[in-house]
């Protein structure tokens, strides 16, 4: 059944390392989007991509980085770089064309070892 | 450029209690208007949507009202009850040259309690 995947559900990053958030999904939209979510905070955008091999930055993309290879997939890496990066990350996917509702993923939550 | 204010939170009420949470937005073109809920450890669903000015959302006995004279479309339900309880956060897409984004508002923590 259509739908969006996100894997792992928890992911632990060490210090120095990058890590791979995955998500995936089955329902033919042609916009992706990646926002992390702070405990008592709202959505904040990372990365959105509207069509296959082109992603533009969000507000806060500094320490991330994404591909769009496939319509299907649009990946989120967290580098070193982002020195704060426990949080939980969301994917979202829209339906091109108009001002259509965002359908989200189950989250990924990341935590700092 | 856009922007949406949610009632802080936590709001805590009695299982049947009347809600009310209230959203005000800024916005340069003619947005549609979301409200989402989040249940714990989970990701967001579209809870109900208004497109245009005067239209009236509705799901799951909630309601919201389209208002642009005063730019707001609060959240409202007659009688909540335990399974109510979620984080719901107001958002608007504007995709007049927004490149397909939505805005969201900072959430509103609900808890009924029985």
């Known amino acids: 059944d259509g739908g969006i995947t996100q894997s792992p559900k928890y992911l632990f990053r060490k210090e120095g390392q990058n890590v791979t958030l995955s998500c995936e999904q089955n329902l033919n939209h042609d916009a992706m989007y990646w926002y992390r979510q702070d405990p008592g905070q709202g959505l904040r955008l990372i990365y959105y991509?509207?069509?296959?091999?082109?992603?533009q930055k969000g507000d806060i993309a500094e320490g991330y980085s994404v591909s769009r290879e496939k319509k299907e997939s649009f990946p989120l890496t967290v580098t070193s770089a982002q020195k704060n990066p426990t949080a939980f990350y969301l994917c979202a996917t829209r339906l091109a064309g108009g001002p259509e509702t965002q359908y989200f993923g189950p989250g990924t939550r990341l935590l700092v070892l | 450029g856009n922007s949406v204010t949610q009632m802080e939170g936590p709001v805590t009420l009695s299982e049947e209690a009347f809600l009310t949470i209230n959203c005000t937005y800024t916005?340069?073109?003619?947005?549609?208007l979301f409200w989402y809920v989040q249940y714990p450890g989970e990701g967001l669903q579209l809870l109900l949507k208004a497109t245009k000015a005067d239209d009236k959302g509705s799901n799951k006995g909630f309601e919201a009202t389209y208002r642009k004279e005063t730019t707001s479309f609060h959240l409202e339900k007659g009688s909540v009850q335990v399974s109510d309880s979620a984080v719901y956060f107001c958002?608007?897409?504007?995709?007049?040259?927004?490149?397909?984004?939505?805005?969201f508002g900072d959430g509103t923590t609900l808890t009924v309690k029985p």
């Open positions: 991509s509207q069509i296959v091999n082109d992603f």
């Open positions: 916005a340069t073109g003619y947005p549609s």
């Open positions: 958002a608007l897409s504007d995709y007049s040259g927004n490149a397909g984004k939505s805005t």
